[in-house]
């Protein structure tokens, strides 16, 4: 029986390097830290394309593009990169959007 990688493996390596960008943030909120520094994720993404690469059966029951996901990574606002591809808009624009006009909404 061979190695396979499933979501809830990536989802848990990803958390990991996640928290471990978190922790070298000096920002307030869990937000901000979140979005300050991603050089664990960056870090998860170039060992998971080249692992993809070396053995790609470990990827098998996976449809993720790594590449995509490295290149927002390294832009200078991920989350306004991934707010871009999905609604068209930067985060704060999607966020503004959301807010209620009036009581009735």
């Known amino acids: 029986?061979?190695?396979?990688?499933?979501?809830?493996?990536?989802?848990?390596?990803?958390?990991?390097?996640?928290?471990?960008?978190?922790?070298?943030?000096k920002l307030d909120t869990l937000e901000d830290k979140e979005n300050d520094f991603y050089t664990n994720r960056v870090q998860f993404l170039k060992d998971h394309i080249k692992l993809k690469k070396t053995n790609p059966s470990y990827y098998?029951?996976?449809?993720i593009n790594?590449?995509?996901?490295l290149n927002a990574y390294l832009t200078t606002s991920p989350r306004d990169t991934f707010y871009q591809q999905v609604f068209g808009m930067s985060y704060?624009?999607?966020?503004?959007?959301?807010?209620?006009q009036s009581v009735n909404d």
């Not at 396979?4 to 990991?16: A, P, Q, S, T």
């Not at 098998?60 to 449809?63: P, W």
């Not at 790594?66 to 996901?69: A, C, N, Q, R, V």
């Open 1 to 25: 029986m061979s190695f396979k990688y499933d979501k809830d493996n990536l989802f848990k390596e990803f958390d990991v390097a996640k928290q471990k960008d978190i922790a070298l943030s």
């Open 60 to 63: 098998s029951e996976l449809d």
């Open 66 to 69: 790594f590449d995509s996901l």
């Open 92 to 100: 704060a624009e999607k966020r503004a959007e959301s807010v209620p």
